[in-house]
C-alpha cells in the first residue's frame, strides 16, 4: 500500500512540472496569441522566455503567472507570427 501511494504521489508531481516545448507560442493576458518562439531546441524554457519576448510590432508579450504560453505545433509555428527575438521553425 505504501509503495502504490508512493507511486502514486511521484506520478502527480512529475505531471504537475512544468513541460517545455519545442515551439513556444506566447500570450496575452487575455490568453490570446502574442508571438511564437523557438529555439530549435525540445527543452526550451517558455514560461521565463515568453515574459521577455515581443511581438512582431514591438509590444511585449503581456501573459503573466503559469498561463504564459502553450505549446505549439510545427504547422502552428509555420502559420503564426514570430516573436522579434525568435528564430525560423526547425524542425
Not at 508512493?6 to 517545455?20: E, K, N, P, Q
Not at 515581443?54 to 502552428?76: F, I, M, Q, R, W
Request: with cysteine; hydrophobic share 25%.
Amino acid at each position: 500500500m505504501v509503495r502504490l501511494l508512493t507511486s502514486a504521489m511521484l506520478l502527480l508531481a512529475a505531471s504537475m512540472t512544468v513541460s517545455a516545448c519545442k515551439w513556444c507560442q506566447c500570450l496575452n493576458d487575455d490568453g490570446g496569441h502574442c508571438c511564437l518562439y523557438t529555439t530549435g531546441k525540445s527543452d526550451t524554457d517558455c514560461t521565463t522566455l515568453c515574459q521577455q519576448v515581443h511581438d512582431s510590432n514591438g509590444n511585449k508579450c503581456t501573459a503573466s503567472g503559469s498561463l504564459t504560453y502553450k505549446c505549439a505545433t510545427l504547422p502552428e509555428c509555420n502559420d503564426r507570427s514570430h516573436c522579434r527575438e525568435s528564430h525560423a521553425c526547425l524542425t
